[in-house]
């Protein structure tokens, strides 16, 4: 299934202002790990309140023990920094990587903004070698921005 096709799926899982925010999350997780076959972990990680540092939202996938990650930390302590997309071909080769799970091979990380404001992240894990594109950037930032406007 083409990433282009699961656009609308995204938009109508994050409209269903019935269910929780949390549980709207859940179910786009579920959308990508289910669709994308080089998806094997799908996770928001939000800014702890005044804290530097990033806490587990929902997610899918093995379970971690990287519930707070300290800004800086890892890939997405970078990204916390950076704010910017951050896609590693080959997660062994990154002096700063926080290891998941020994089968992940590479990881893509994009910033979540409200308001100009880093919020947040989409965090994906893969155990394929090198498999994102532009393509995977590009989507991920409209899965962001689609969430971004549940949270304004």
Same mark, same amino acid.
């Given at each position: 299934?083409?990433?282009?096709?699961? !656009?609308?799926?995204?938009?109508?899982?994050? *409209? &269903?202002? @019935?269910? *929780?925010?949390?549980?709207?999350?859940?179910? /786009?997780?579920?959308?990508? +790990? &289910?669709?994308?076959?080089?998806?094997?972990?799908?996770?928001?990680?939000? %800014? #702890?309140?005044? !804290?530097? @540092?990033? !806490?587990?939202?929902?997610?899918?996938?093995?379970?971690?023990?990287?519930?707070?990650?300290?800004?800086? %930390?890892?890939?997405?302590? &970078?990204?916390?920094?950076? $704010?910017?997309?951050?896609?590693?071909?080959?997660?062994?080769?990154?002096? $700063?990587?926080?290891?998941?799970?020994? *089968?992940?091979?590479?990881?893509?990380? /994009?910033?979540?903004?409200?308001?100009?404001? #880093?919020?947040?992240?989409?965090?994906?894990?893969? $155990? *394929?070698? +090198?498999?994102?594109?532009? @393509?995977?950037?590009?989507?991920?930032?409209? /899965?962001?921005?689609?969430?971004? !406007? &549940?949270? @304004?």
């Amino acid at each position: 299934m083409s990433l282009a096709s699961l !656009k609308p799926q995204v938009e109508t899982i994050l *409209t &269903q202002t @019935e269910k *929780t925010l949390d549980e709207r999350l859940f179910a /786009v997780c579920e959308l990508l +790990d &289910q669709n994308v076959s080089y998806y094997n972990w799908v996770g928001f990680y939000f %800014k #702890n309140g005044d !804290k530097n @540092e990033l !806490k587990l939202g929902p997610y899918v996938g093995a379970p971690t023990d990287h519930t707070i990650i300290p800004f800086g %930390k890892g890939i997405c302590g &970078q990204v916390a920094v950076s $704010n910017e997309n951050f896609v590693v071909p080959d997660v062994a080769a990154q002096d $700063n990587y926080i290891a998941c799970s020994i *089968t992940v091979k590479a990881e893509i990380v /994009v910033p979540l903004f409200v308001n100009g404001e #880093n919020v947040g992240q989409i965090d994906i894990d893969s $155990n *394929t070698p +090198d498999p994102f594109t532009a @393509e995977d950037e590009r989507f991920l930032e409209f /899965v962001c921005a689609e969430v971004a !406007k &549940q949270l @304004e």
